[in-house]
């Protein structure tokens, strides 16, 4: 093996390993280069490049138990029996409301920290289990037994829009219809384009999935969590069994990544604090690869109806756009945001004087979404410098122009 120092290579080891333990702790502090200025690593940082990092799955607390969720694996069904050690019936908390303070939106639907009667979305929590070890409470998972109705499921966000509700109560699927700028005539520009421009959506994915260990002494519950919102966790699980602030306690873990999807609060959170509570010992949940791909919120999910009116010098003189975005089954984060959210800035840097703009968010049967890298930002920038790219095209000019 060859090492590289300051003056070059030095002659190959016969024991890689010889010596690698001193030398690591013996190392300067690495001085990363940006531009003209350097900053010494801080001793985190030293921890996560030396692989010392602390995780939550990396947590142990005595006595600690196991939990492990059972998922629904239909889009769309009744539940008509569910056996299993703990089910909806046992836990009456719910995750933050939808569509809350929402404009023109469905108002408040409750989202079950474990489905009740149906389940709306491959994926959802509707049991638990729990196992002195990890491995016990992975065998206990076969012990559960559910029986379904299916239903014909609702995937397409326009067709969402004059579907039947997916939520008993509602009248629309629509939980957020929004307006910014005013309505205008066309003007008699000669140049008019419009295009139907979709972002897909995409699963967050960090090296690290979710996870929490929780522990209830009586009076205070207290959260070892791979979050980026303390402040927001903790007021998730006062809101969920009804805590004033002092009696919940988080405590933020090294996050291994989150690009968006560990702001807010989940199901699993609140079903690990409810049995932590019942049980007075503490509960670890840790979300596997394939839960990460069912359960966690997606990002991005938004179409846009986009049309543009400009002179032949390429100067922009008005903007339509009616924006559609995928939400999911639920919205108890914050992706009830994303349609403003691009709304806002959907002229990008341009200065355009006329401008209409119309943001709708639909309930499908989708895992719920969320925010995601830029939370909007990207969405908006794709949708106008799109229609800029087809203008620059349609008067055969350089989109640099």
């Known amino acids: 093996m060859m090492r590289r120092n300051a003056s070059g290579l030095e002659k190959a080891r016969s024991d890689p390993t010889e010596g690698r333990a001193d030398k690591l702790q013996s190392l300067p502090p690495l001085v990363p280069t940006v531009g003209w200025a350097t900053a010494p690593m801080t001793d985190s940082e030293r921890n996560f490049v030396r692989g010392r990092g602390s995780y939550v799955g990396d947590l142990v607390l005595p006595r600690m138990l196991h939990l492990k969720i059972v998922r629904s694996i239909y889009a769309r069904a009744r539940l008509v029996a569910v056996k299993a050690p703990i089910s909806g019936r046992d836990i009456s908390a719910n995750m933050s409301s939808v569509g809350e303070g929402a404009e023109g939106g469905t108002g408040q639907v409750p989202f079950p920290a474990l489905a009740r009667d149906r389940v709306n979305y491959v994926g959802q929590p509707i049991a638990a289990v729990l196992g002195e070890s990890e491995a016990r409470a992975e065998d206990l998972l076969d012990s559960v037994d559910i029986e379904y109705e299916p239903l014909k499921p609702i995937v397409d966000p326009e067709e969402a829009l004059h579907a039947e509700p997916i939520h008993p109560g509602t009248t629309t699927n629509v939980f957020v219809d929004a307006r910014a700028g005013k309505a205008f005539r066309n003007p008699p520009s000669p140049v008019v384009l419009e295009d139907l421009l979709t972002n897909e959506r995409v699963v967050p994915n960090p090296l690290e999935p979710r996870g929490v260990v929780v522990d209830w002494d009586g009076h205070r519950l207290t959260v070892y ?7 927001s966790f903790r007021e998730g699980f006062q809101e969920a069994f009804k805590l004033p602030a002092n009696a919940v306690r988080v405590m933020q873990m090294d996050t291994g990544g989150a690009f968006g999807s560990k702001g807010g609060m989940y ?37 846009a109806r986009m049309t543009i009116f400009a002179d032949r010098s390429g100067r922009v003189q008005a903007l339509r756009g009616d924006l559609l975005v995928d939400g999911g089954a639920y919205s108890a984060g914050m992706g009830s945001f994303a349609p403003a959210w691009i709304g806002y800035q959907l002229t990008g840097p341009y200065a355009i004087p006329k401008v209409s703009i119309e943001a709708r968010a639909v309930f499908t049967n989708k895992v719920p979404s969320g ?14 410098e799109r229609m800029m790219d087809l203008l620059a095209d349609e008067l055969g000019r350089d989109p640099v122009d």
Not at 285 to 292: A, G, L, P, Q, Y
Request: hydrophobic residues 35%; charged residues 25%; without cysteine.
């Open 225 to 231: 969590a791979s979050t980026q919102s303390v402040t």
């Open 371 to 384: 925010p995601y890298r830029g939370a909007g930002r990207p969405e908006a920038a794709f949708f106008i």
């Open 267 to 303: 199901p699993e959170y609140v079903v690990a604090a409810h049995v932590a509570m019942r049980e007075r010992r503490p509960v670890r949940w840790i979300e596997t690869r394939s839960e990460h791909l069912q359960a966690t919120e997606h990002g991005r999910g938004a179409r």
